[in-house]
């Protein structure tokens, strides 16, 4: 009991180091923390379904194998591990699609086969609405489509070119907003109309892995909270 009472201590007297490292390591910190989760489901919530363990930059829902960024589909023992569900099937079949359109040139070609290949992910994901990681799933795409539709700039500097697509036809907001003439001094920022500027790029990308790392810490602990209570509470 001392030991733990003097770790929970250190940890509320250290917020901005814990937080520091966090952000420096986020990419190890979410897999060791999804990966005790896991841990947790095979051997101690004895979950049979296929779940595997997440490599560095793998950031996945809790259990599932393809449902998030960064798999390593390229990996023979990635690519060909089954799904957790059905949902996560839907999005094992869209990161083997974006496999094949990452082969494709930059250009409007390869804009809108991603955003078909995003909209069938949704199609997909509606087919099974009260599985494991339905609304995450589907939230994640439907937010990367509304961002790439209201700001392309802003997409580009969070997540990259090569991921973003585009509905061919559709005027967006960015420029309907934003007046051709008008350009930003600092090409880091999103030019607004006016010519004001919308510097929230660093906090996204903070506020985005913090965000899935706290997620998942919750989950672990809410997992082994569930498993001791069910083992301690006397029977009714």
Known sequence: MLIAERAYNWVKDHPQEIAGFAWENRGKVFQGVSNAQRYV???????????RYLREGEIHLPSHNFTGPGTAVHLP?????????????????????????????????????????????IACYDKYPNENGYTLAKAGINSKMSLEDLSPTLFDQ????SYRGTEHGLVLEEEK??????KCKNKSKLCQRGGDVLDTVDLIKAAVPVGLILYGEYRLGRTIHDVIRARTEPHT
Request: glycine share 6%; proline share 6%; aromatic share 4%.
């Open 41 to 51: 489901s095979k051997n101690i919530l004895r979950d049979t379904r296929p779940i």
């Open 177 to 182: 907003a934003v007046p051709r003439k008008t």
């Open 77 to 121: 023992e990635v690519r060909n591990h089954r799904p957790f569900n059905n949902i996560d099937g839907c999005s094992k079949i869209h990161d083997l699609e974006f496999d094949e359109i990452f082969k494709m040139p930059l250009g409007e070609g390869r804009e809108q086969a991603i955003r078909d290949a995003d909209k069938r992910a």
């Open 158 to 161: 969070i997540m990259g070119q």
